[in-house]
């Protein structure tokens, strides 16, 4: 085989492996893009289906006792800076709560429905948080918060 030939095809073989591995880094299988943002924080999850966008929204609601009342819903959400996320019980499932795992909120526990609790995320950051009554049953939840 011609040099020049040679070195054409060990480059397009090169530029093709690396274009391959490049789309796979930047464009990312989207459970691979949950596991670096909550790591294993929703694997005993009972209704997590991946992170619901609205970056473009003032305040976001997130049911508190949805599905068969063990769950929020959405259970995970994107924010940016500046956002109200504002809990609402649903009245099932018993009494629920909202706890931040750091201790950046806590919502007192509620059982009616139409109760509600808010907090504005002022930095961005991953929030996990979990209803302290049913945090072994799965009902967890995160709230991505990005900057403007």
């Given at each position: 085989m011609d040099e020049r030939l040679r070195r054409r095809t060990v480059l397009?073989?090169?530029?093709?492996?690396?274009?391959?591995s490049l789309a796979g880094c930047l464009g990312g299988?989207?459970?691979e893009i949950e596991a670096e943002t909550y790591g294993d924080w929703f694997q005993?999850?009972?209704?997590?289906?991946g992170t619901i966008d609205e970056t473009d929204s003032d305040e976001v609601t997130v049911a508190v006792g949805s599905g068969q009342g063990l769950s929020y819903d959405p259970a995970a959400v994107r924010i940016t800076t500046g956002t109200t996320i504002v809990?609402?019980?649903?009245?099932?499932?018993g009494s629920h709560d909202v706890v931040?795992?750091?201790g950046e909120f806590e919502s007192d526990t509620y059982v009616d429905e139409g109760e509600t609790f808010s907090h504005t995320f002022d930095e961005s950051g991953v929030?996990?948080?979990v209803c302290t009554p049913h945090q072994t049953q799965g009902m967890v939840g995160a709230v991505e918060v990005v900057d403007e």
């Open positions: 397009g073989a090169t530029a093709s492996g690396l274009a391959v299988d989207d459970e005993n999850a009972r209704n997590f289906e809990w609402e019980w649903t009245g099932v499932g931040e795992e750091d929030y996990r948080y």
